[in-house]
């Protein structure tokens, strides 16, 4: 399973980046309204950053296929690596078949049931992002989704790649990459707090305090 990171901050993305564990980076309107800044000047940014593929979503009020489309092929003008993040409704699926007959990728977001990914994924998208941490939230066992994606692409090859989303703890990625989730969207938090176990933390404060006692700092 790959990981992308989850956020348009940069400083964040940076992090992550310099770790050397993400290849692709997702936003979504709320993430953007977050930072407070322009979208088009922070989607430049991220592109100099990370070289991989980078989701923008078109605008929250741009609900009709016309519009979607317009402002699909205007962030995916940006940089080569953007790919249009598109939510799942009959609007967007309309928006997809375009823009990917035009070469351009895509991301079908706010995906929460697996007929909406087959359904994202016969329309031509590149990526899907079921979304398990907001079913967890509502007593619905989020990882069941991505299991049930996974099967029903592996049963007819589809290429349409899985993006699980909506992450909210390290055991989530674990879930998901025993699931079979092609890419696991991760926030900075729980990239880092991957990174622990208190017996690692515990070994390397043992390891420095025995060295020091024999050679000093
Ligand atoms: C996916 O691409 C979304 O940006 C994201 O994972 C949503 O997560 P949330 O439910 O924590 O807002």
Same mark, same amino acid.
């Given at each position: 399973? /790959?990981?992308?990171?989850?956020? @348009? ?22 993430? %953007? $309204? ?6 088009? &000047?922070?989607?430049? &940014? ?10 923008? =979503? ?10 979607? %489309?317009? =402002?699909?092929?205007?962030?995916? $003008? ?6 249009? /993040? %598109?939510?799942?409704?009959?609007? +967007?699926? /309309? ?18 049931? #697996? ?9 031509? $998208?590149? *990526? ?13 066992? +989020?990882?069941?989704?991505? =299991? ?7 049963? *007819? ?7 699980? $989303? ?10 998901? @990459?025993? #699931?079979?989730?092609? %890419?696991?969207?991760?926030? *900075? /938090? ?20 025995? *060295? ?6």
């Amino acid at each position: 399973m /790959k990981f992308f990171i989850d956020t @348009a901050n940069v400083e964040d993305i940076r992090k992550a980046n310099d770790m050397g564990v993400i290849c692709g980076v997702t936003t979504n309107p709320s993430l %953007i $309204a977050k930072e407070g800044r322009d979208f088009k &000047e922070v989607i430049k &940014e991220i592109t100099t950053i990370v070289d991989g593929p980078i989701s923008g =979503e078109v605008k929250a009020t741009t609900v009709d296929a016309e519009g979607m %489309i317009k =402002e699909g092929r205007e962030i995916a $003008a940006i940089h080569p690596n953007m790919v249009v /993040k %598109i939510p799942m409704t009959v609007e +967007g699926l /309309k928006a997809v078949k375009v823009l990917s007959a035009e070469g351009i990728k895509t991301n079908v977001t706010l995906i929460f049931t #697996a007929n909406q990914a087959l359904l994202a994924a016969r329309a031509g $998208a590149t *990526y899907v992002s079921p979304f398990l941490g907001r079913l967890d939230d509502i007593s619905t066992a +989020g990882i069941s989704l991505i =299991e049930d994606i996974v099967t029903i692409f592996d049963n *007819y090859g589809l290429e349409t790649e899985i993006i699980a $989303a909506s992450i909210r703890h390290p055991m989530h990625v674990t879930d998901c @990459a025993l #699931a079979g989730a092609h %890419i696991a969207t991760v926030p *900075y /938090k729980v990239i880092e707090q991957m990174t622990h176990h208190p017996l690692t933390d515990q070994g390397i404060a043992k390891f420095q305090a025995d *060295y020091k006692a024999v050679f000093g700092e």
